[in-house]
């Protein structure tokens, strides 16, 4: 290897030969042993040395690159620092030396990082006589640097890509080694936003100068403790500095090797949005209990888990606590507790609702009480019942209005039977008359064989008799005065009866004649008492009352007198009243004030006139006007008392029945308030809910927190349509629906009804056919928003009800002076025996099993509003080919059936 290093020993002097020789043999072993690695070159760079160290680092042995050129064995890959061959060559020349890093190629393929120092040696002449390059290995150093580079970035990366702000500290102290201070070493771009800092002004400043306060204050404290015992801490905290963005935090303090790493979270808006769901939690609880209802909820068991004021109340308990975890069966007798755990088993495991059942049981004072109890399942997120709710009202006054509202209509058929009286009732709308039962019986007549016309009426009228009664029939319509009026009829077998007629005119709210009511009742036996009377004596005979004629004179007043009426009225012949006083009318339920009213007047000899409850001889009871006056002879001295009296029991019973209709309309009106009032205090919480629940859509939210935010928002919006359905129908039924009926296109509604409801037919891969367009000149009437209510509504339930792949289409249909819209679908279809239900509220026909939402109010809802705008619905359906829902609404002029044609291009696919 020495004798490749310079040639020049063989040109020395020979008495110096020696001397050199052992000097390069010197130098030869210092360079084995260094631990750079040497490599000597001649001037056309061919290697001429190769140290251990250049063995080591490049994987070649000296005997392998002796002679060869260094760019041949050690090619350079990469130069460092911006150097690059040129410049190499150009510095060798000027400066004669040249120091830097490069990456060559180790003997195996790798790269070798090398820190490079390259000599060119001269001799005497000027002339290069080698190249000598000293290379160090700093393979691991750039490594290390790289790695650290990587690191560097990643932190940058994951710091700058974060939401969370992140902050690094650095910690200050005093010549005692103890914390005075931290430094911002590091923010990242939000908590840049977050502190209102840049990072530019930030870096390097104490954190007692950007944020003042005592080195001693709780979070200096914190930061300081954190740091000394080396135990992270994570916690929520309220902030309030004019510097900060956020009102709460959510951080993370972990500590470093002098210094802390903070994680820093804005939870303001989940502080905010748990405030206020808290208080929309109280909301709803203080609401629950000043209901009137009461309101449960239970577990899949049947326990007790929530109960509001009013069911406290119902239990007997003093506090909500003492009913939870309890079931029916600490509270009920055992036959009610049975009934009930076995309709909420049923409920649990069909998920059928429980709807308006009505119960019977003692309350806690013992007092029997009436409910219409309604439980729903409470459901998870798989849509599996895991409890319930039920509220239950207090039906006990209605049902004793019900009870006497029939007992009441008992009495009346009753008393009708026996006064062979009869009420009818004519729509002056229609023209059809309602009769009761005992008008068909005193006109020997069927309700199947009479037409319920006023002609079929006219028909059994006396010939004679007709003119006058069609006269008073019409002048009541003008003048809206009662009317009384007697007249014969003749019927079917012949036989010619005398009616006593009386009525008066129903007006509506706009002061229009709507009904005529009134009653009427056989009086043939007293006209032909009250004629042969009027022979015998023409006082007596005049009056359709009964009367009787007293003997004052005699022992306890006796009858001496009766007309026939007083024998039809009470039942008795005059062989059982004569010689008898008239007490014997009385029974147990006659008013004993009256009674003594009545013999207090007889006593002094004064009229009297009273409503007094009398029995029949059959022991039934009739309410009796009776008026009482004495006679006297020409000088003054009492001789008789006559009385008069008048089966007014009709009478009262039409009295009993309006307070029974006034109370009920009352309960209806109650009913009315009740629910707008509820719905009004429903919507504010739930648009408070709908709010929160959009803005926490909006926020960066993990998977299935998303999810949980939408079924916030589907159940909110799913309560608040409920709501606005039923205060839609509660408003029709109220009367109180307003509608705009205007003439309009239906091609323009239906189609924007067609584009509305497009994404929901794409989503459920349904195709839908439109309808061709009908002549533009041919507009029916109807409220434009509500018609388009209507169609939203069907064409919904149409596409939600038909399988993926099915089909629904729209036609136009003429139907006389009407446009009729069919929309039809190819579902399941719906069974013969369902079709009558349809469009009932909240009736779903069972498909509240399927999974499909829906509330049972949109078909009601539609009928009622197609209705309210002149026209009529209907519905057909055959299960396994699909249903028609059809309505129709008059034209705003008449029209060619020409100008209706059938469907034809399918819309979906547009």
């Known amino acids: 290897m020495a004798e490749t290093y310079d040639s020049s020993v063989r040109t020395v002097a020979p008495e110096r030969a020696y001397e050199v020789a052992a000097s390069r043999q010197l130098q030869a072993q210092i360079i084995a042993h260094v631990n750079d690695a040497v490599v000597v070159t001649g001037p056309d760079f061919h290697i001429q040395l190769w140290n251990t160290a250049a063995e080591q680092l490049y994987g070649w042995t000296a005997t392998e690159v002796l002679g060869r050129t260094v760019n041949a064995v050690l090619p350079v890959r990469r130069y460092l620092s911006g150097a690059d061959e040129a410049t190499i060559r ?3 020349i000027e400066l004669g030396s040249w120091r830097g890093e490069v990456v060559q190629e180790h003997q195996a393929g790798h790269n070798v990082f090398v820190d490079s120092s390259v000599q060119v040696i001269r001799d005497d002449s000027g002339a290069v006589s080698s190249v000598v390059a000293i290379n160090r290995d700093i393979t691991e150093r750039r490594q290390a640097e790289e790695a650290l580079r990587r690191s560097e970035a990643r932190f940058r990366a994951a710091t700058e890509g974060s939401l969370d702000a992140f902050v690094i500290l650095d910690s200050v102290r005093n010549e005692h080694g103890a914390i005075i201070d931290f430094t911002l070493g590091h923010l990242n771009t939000p908590a840049e936003e977050l502190l209102s800092l840049s990072q530019g002004v930030a870096l390097g400043h104490r954190v007692l100068e950007l944020f003042p306060g005592a080195p001693g204050s709780g979070t200096f404290g914190k930061l300081v403790n954190v740091l000394e015992s080396g135990v992270p801490l994570e916690e929520e905290v309220a902030i309030e500095s004019p510097r900060l963005t956020a009102t709460w935090l959510r951080w993370q303090i972990v500590p470093l090797a002098d210094g802390l790493a903070i994680t820093l979270r804005d939870i303001s808006a989940r502080k905010q949005m748990e405030n206020s769901l808290h208080h929309e939690r109280n909301l709803l609880h203080a609401l629950m209990d000043s209901i009137p209802d009461t309101i449960y909820f239970k577990d899949a068991q049947g326990r007790f888990t929530r109960i509001n004021r009013a069911q406290v109340h119902m239990l007997g308990v003093n506090h909500e606590d003492e009913a939870l975890g309890k079931t029916d069966a600490d509270f009920f007798d055992a036959q009610l507790a049975s009934a009930s755990s076995e309709d909420e088993r049923q409920l649990i495991a069909t998920g059928q609702p429980v709807i308006d059942q009505i119960q019977h049981f003692q309350g806690p004072d013992g007092v029997p009480i009436w409910v219409s109890a309604t439980k729903v399942p409470i459901v998870d997120r798989s849509g599996q019942p895991v409890g319930l709710v039920g509220i239950s009202r207090d039906i006990t006054a209605r049902m004793h209005v019900e009870d006497d509202l029939r007992r009441s209509e008992a009495r009346l058929v009753e008393a009708q039977r026996v006064a062979r009286l009869g009420s009818w009732a004519r729509d002056l709308t229609t023209g059809r008359i309602t009769w009761s039962d005992e008008l068909y019986h005193v006109f020997g007549v069927t309700p199947q064989a009479f037409g319920a016309t006023l002609e079929a009426f006219l028909a059994f009228v006396h010939p004679d008799d007709r003119p006058l009664l069609e006269a008073m029939l019409a002048g009541i319509v003008v003048d809206h005065q009662p009317f009384h009026i007697d007249y014969r009829i003749v019927r079917q077998d012949g036989e010619v009866r005398v009616m006593s007629e009386r009525g008066e005119l129903v007006l509506n709210d706009q002061g229009r004649a709507q009904y005529l009511v009134g009653t009427t009742q056989d009086i043939t036996e007293r006209a032909h008492a009250e004629e042969a009377l009027r022979l015998r004596d023409q ?27 007083f024998l039809q009225i009470t039942g008795y012949s005059e062989r059982d009243i004569l010689g008898r006083n008239c007490r014997f009318l009385q029974g147990p339920a006659t008013d004993p004030a009256t009674v003594a009213l009545l013999r207090s007047a007889i006593s002094q000899e004064q009229p009297v006139t009273v409503e007094i409850l009398n029995y029949h001889k059959d022991g039934t009871t009739f309410w009796n006007a009776l008026s009482i006056a004495p006679m006297h002879d020409v000088w003054g001295r009492l001789t008789n008392f006559v009385g008069i009296q008048q089966d007014i029991t009709a009478r009262k019973q039409a009295t009993q029945l309006s307070q029974a209709k006034e109370v009920a309309e009352q309960a209806n009106q109650a009913k009315s308030e009740f629910l707008s009032r509820l719905s009004h205090e429903l919507r504010t919480p739930l648009n408070s809910i709908l709010g929160f629940a959009q803005l926490l859509a909006g926020e960066q939210l993990r998977p299935e927190q998303s999810e949980s935010v939408g079924y916030i928002v589907a159940g909110g919006r799913h309560l608040l349509k409920l709501i606005d359905d039923v205060l839609d129908i509660q408003g029709i039924e109220a009367g109180r629906m307003a509608l705009v009926v205007e003439a309009l296109l239906i091609d323009d509604i239906v189609q924007e009804a067609l584009d509305l409801t497009l994404p929901l037919a794409r989503q459920g891969q349904i195709r839908v056919h439109g ?25 919904s ?5 038909t399988p993926a792949g099915g089909m629904v289409t729209v036609r136009y249909q003429p139907a006389g002076e009407r446009l009729r819209i069919e929309i039809s679908d190819t579902g399941h279809g719906i069974p013969e025996s369902k079709l009558p239900r349809l469009f009932m509220p909240f009736e779903r026909l069972g498909a509240e099993a399927t999974g499909i939402e829906g509330t049972g109010l949109g078909l009601a809802l539609s009928k009622a509003l197609v209705e309210e705008m002149g026209g009529s619905v209907g519905a057909c359906s055959a299960v396994g080919q699909g249903s028609s829902f059809w309505f129709e609404l008059p034209f705003a002029e008449p029209v060619q059936s020409s100008a209706i044609v059938e469907p034809a291009e399918e819309v979906a696919s547009r």
Do not use: C, F, H, S
Not at 539 to 565: M, Q, Y
Not at 771 to 791: F, S, Y
Not at 797 to 801: E, G, S
């Open 771 to 795: 309808p061709d367009p009908i002549a533009r000149e041919q507009p029916v009437l109807a409220d434009r928003r509500r018609l388009m209510q209507v169609l939203l509504n069907l064409l």
């Open 797 to 801: 339930n149409a596409i939600k009800y």
């Open 539 to 565: 006082a007596i005979a005049a009056t359709t009352n009964g009367i009787i004629l007293t003997d004052a004179t005699a022992p306890d007043n006796p009858i001496i007198i009766v007309n026939p009426a």
């Open 90 to 92: 150009q510095q060798l």
